[in-house]
């Protein structure tokens, strides 16, 4: 009688350990983390403020480059750019890095059903449509312009009642786009893998809310026009340098349209639904987690690829190394995690989430990243385990060839540091400091100020340190 107690609990706790958890892996395109995604009144966002609750918010998360390629190639490689040799749209990080093992990749190979439904790597203009290594059925709905997210609807489509070209406001169903389609396929996909019994890495890559704003109508009446804050901090920070400066040209175009207050206003009130229109997709997946009775058994990761700016800096969308480009949010919620419900100041980047999903998940550690585990932080919510967050631009900012310059960005806990290097001698052309203890808008560059010399001097040598690998033609200048 023993004896069978004894063997029956050494299976159970055996069937325990072997139990691998599932992993959720939620992305949104051009979210910025200053809007108040999870319960602030700004942007409303139920669903995510409900994860949230469920999980470990990481309030200082930032991408490696301020556009989408290289954000999501140094995310799924755990590589930072330089080292992946990575600062454009067009080059697939295979070129370079034909050997890379993938975050879903170091999944599959451990055992797990990995899928992909949505924009998850690169779309539509390399000739490798995503990455079909790293998945164990082929992708979907992952490869495409956002261009070509148009209404498709039965019948008539109803009329568009926005004004600005970048604006779309129709009364149409949640899947005449490409979210809600994504949504539809990945509530399937949760139960068909359920059915499977294998541990599973399910990727949803959600299109919004990146531009165009065309979210359905419903999603835009969420919100009244006259409530849309314009922009806090319109001007160009002072002395900041104007190698720093893009044209915004996904917004403005390349012939620098003028946009009205009521063009701006529009364009606020367009983002703004989209991010609504996004939650309302993740909800229905969540939701679908839950029915299935999978959510005790799943981690799941929401993530955005990089931030945006509406107007602030007079800059349009994305591609600096500003606070609003750079930060980006990240959630991470683990089946009974000690620190569920509160928000860390600790400093991340997107490229930790390769080695973190690793430990928890007990797989082996990856080889050949650079990212470092996040795991002590979701422990214990007041750890650190980086002393400053790394991004990085070049200029111009969609270059063809090789850039010009390139801007190395540190956020420590007190400030943000920016050095910009020409990219052929490695010289030191224009800095940037901004104190975020007195000045979290980066409206003021100080870098040049006296009584900043210090921590210039302190900031300079943590940048070195934390990117020793540099363009192969030049190397960094030490002063």
Not at 56 to 73: E, G, M, T, W
């Amino acid at each position: 009688m023993k004896f069978s107690l004894l063997t029956s609990l050494l299976l159970c706790t055996t069937s325990f350990a072997a139990e691998k958890m599932n992993v959720l892996f939620i992305a949104a395109d051009d979210l910025r983390n200053d809007l108040g995604c999870y319960g602030d009144t700004v942007v409303k966002t139920p669903h995510l403020d409900r994860l949230a609750k469920r999980g470990l918010v990481f309030d200082r998360a930032y991408c490696q480059q301020a556009v989408c390629n290289p954000s999501r190639a140094s995310l799924l490689t755990g590589r930072r750019l330089d080292n992946l040799r990575i600062w454009d749209l067009p080059t697939h990080f295979r070129e370079h890095a034909p050997d890379a093992v993938t975050l879903p990749q170091h999944f599959k190979n451990n055992g797990y059903f990995t899928q992909n439904v949505g924009k998850m790597f690169h779309n539509w203009i390399h000739e490798v449509q995503g990455d079909p290594a790293s998945w164990s059925v082929p992708a979907v709905m992952h490869f495409a312009s956002h261009g070509t997210d148009k209404a498709q609807v039965e019948g008539e489509l109803p009329p568009n009642l926005a004004q600005d070209p970048k604006c779309e406001c129709r009364d149409v169903p949640d899947e005449a786009y490409f979210d809600g389609r994504v949504a539809s396929l990945a509530v399937k996909a949760i139960g068909e893998l359920k059915a499977k019994k294998d541990p599973f890495f399910l990727a949803v890559g959600f299109w919004k809310p990146h531009s165009p704003f065309n979210a359905p109508k419903r999603y835009w009446d969420m919100y009244q026009r006259e409530d849309v804050p314009m922009p806090k901090n319109p001007d160009w920070p002072v002395d900041a340098p104007r190698i720093a400066w893009h044209n915004g040209r996904e917004i403005r175009s390349d012939k620098q349209r003028e946009l009205t207050p009521e063009a701006i206003r529009e364009i606020r009130h367009g983002y703004l639904a989209n991010i609504s229109y996004m939650d309302a997709q993740i909800g229905r997946v969540l939701e679908e987690l839950d029915r299935q009775g999978l959510t005790d058994k799943t981690l799941i990761v929401f993530w955005s690829d990089h931030g945006y700016h509406l107007g602030e800096h007079t800059l349009w969308a994305k591609t600096s190394n500003f606070e609003l480009d750079a930060r980006v949010p990240l959630i991470i919620a683990q089946p009974g995690g000690k620190t569920a419900g509160q928000k860390t100041p600790a400093l991340a980047e997107l490229m930790d989430l390769y080695p973190t999903l690793s430990e928890l998940c007990g797989l082996p550690s990856p080889a050949g990243v650079d990212g470092v585990s996040l795991a002590p932080v979701l422990a214990d919510a007041t750890a650190t385990v980086r002393p400053a967050a790394l991004s990085q631009h070049p200029r111009p900012a969609y270059y063809k060839g090789a850039p010009e310059a390139m801007g190395y960005s540190i956020r420590s806990a007190t400030h943000r540091y920016t050095e910009w290097r020409d990219w052929k001698t490695g010289k030191t052309l224009a800095t940037e400091l901004y104190d975020h203890q007195t000045d979290p808008d980066e409206t003021r560059n100080v870098s040049l100020d006296q009584d900043s010399e210090a921590v210039v001097k302190e900031h300079a040598k943590l940048l070195q340190t934390m990117n020793p690998i540099v363009q192969p033609g030049w190397k960094p200048v030490l002063e």
